[in-house]
């Protein structure tokens, strides 16, 4: 039986490597539209969703609301304007749509309302891709794992979480205590220093899903989201849950 397993299998990811190597025609002919980088227009063929802020990196209890509305505002809301204010050209090319979500849409453990706005994105792409797929126009989400960028700058980002800490109400300091912000603060930009550099693992996704015949629904880009986050994501909500905060201290009012 598990022969015929595995070559089920290896046949599958075979005829995917097969498909996925088949480019579409005359790609001179095409533009794309990119949110938050370049753009381009005349007959558009794609639309990439990149445009993204992320909120000071906290628990989301030290937040106030002015510290997390503009990210649903530009990574879910946003998005979702760009998109159907250009979805009319994109079907009448039969074209495409790469909306540019996070590992952190996939499992919630980190980022507080960056994540729940990147789980917006993830729904939004799929509504989006069972009601537009009639026309002949493909939807493709790339969930990134941790990369290097100004938004995830350690000395940078750990000043606007140092910020939010201090500006929180006095109660919920003391419910969290001194000792468990300073090691969330080293714990983050620990693990913040070892981002990917490698920018490309993300653009060539990006490229992939634009011009490939058969892209896929789903790109992972990075180790990180391929070999912990995506997997964790598939775990039993408990299993992950003591996975994700077996190693983090307790709260100085702990119950």
Request: proline residues 4%; hydrophobic residues 40%; charged residues 20%.
């Amino acid at each position: 039986m598990w022969f015929y397993l595995v070559t089920l299998v290896g046949l599958y990811y075979l005829l995917r490597w097969y498909r996925e190597r088949q480019v579409v025609s005359n790609l001179q002919d095409k533009h794309v539209f990119i949110t938050g980088c370049d753009s381009g227009f005349g007959r558009l063929w794609g639309l990439v969703n990149n445009a993204a802020v992320f909120p000071p990196i906290s628990y989301i209890e030290w937040l106030k609301p002015e510290d997390y509305m503009s990210v649903f505002q530009v990574n879910l809301v946003g998005l979702a304007q760009v998109t159907l204010s250009m979805l009319f050209l994109v079907k009448k090319a039969q074209g495409r749509i790469v909306n540019v979500s996070s590992v952190l849409g996939r499992v919630a453990f980190f980022g507080g309302f960056y994540s729940c706005s990147k789980y917006g994105v993830e729904a939004f792409s799929d509504i989006l891709r069972r009601e537009v797929q009639d026309f002949g126009v493909k939807v493709s989400i790339i969930e990134p794992g941790s990369f290097k960028t100004r938004m995830t700058d350690p000395e940078l980002t750990m000043e606007r979480s140092k910020k939010a800490w201090e500006a929180a109400p006095e109660h919920v300091r003391e419910s969290y205590g001194q000792q468990f912000f300073d090691h969330f603060y080293r714990v983050t930009k620990q693990n913040l220093m070892m981002s990917n550099t490698n920018l490309n693992v993300v653009t060539d996704c990006m490229e992939h899903a634009l011009t490939s015949t058969y892209p896929r629904t789903r790109y992972s880009a990075g180790w990180d989201a391929q070999f912990i986050f995506i997997p964790l994501s598939y775990l039993p909500t408990s299993l992950a849950d003591y996975i994700l905060t077996r190693s983090r201290p307790k709260p100085a009012q702990a119950a």
